[in-house]
């Protein structure tokens, strides 16, 4: 998850790890452009590392699918 108030963002992260999952802090709103559609990390099934991994792998470039 992304968001740029750590006392939300420690609050939804507890209530993800309340929900059996693991909760990866993405940074902030202005990273979040690293989960966007065609990231290594959208629509995947990795577990907590492989989603840091795959955040770590996104480049800030949108898929030609996504361009108008």
């Given at each position: 998850m992304a968001g740029d108030e750590e006392e939300a963002?420690?609050?939804?992260?507890?209530?993800?790890?309340e929900l059996g999952f693991d909760p990866v802090d993405a940074g902030s709103i202005d990273e979040s452009w690293r989960q966007q559609p065609g990231s290594p990390v959208y629509g995947r099934d990795?577990?907590?590392?492989g989603v840091r991994r795959a955040l770590a792998e996104a480049t800030p470039e949108r898929p030609a699918e996504f361009l108008p």
């Amino acid at each position: 998850m992304a968001g740029d108030e750590e006392e939300a963002k420690a609050v939804v992260m507890a209530l993800i790890d309340e929900l059996g999952f693991d909760p990866v802090d993405a940074g902030s709103i202005d990273e979040s452009w690293r989960q966007q559609p065609g990231s290594p990390v959208y629509g995947r099934d990795y577990d907590a590392d492989g989603v840091r991994r795959a955040l770590a792998e996104a480049t800030p470039e949108r898929p030609a699918e996504f361009l108008p």
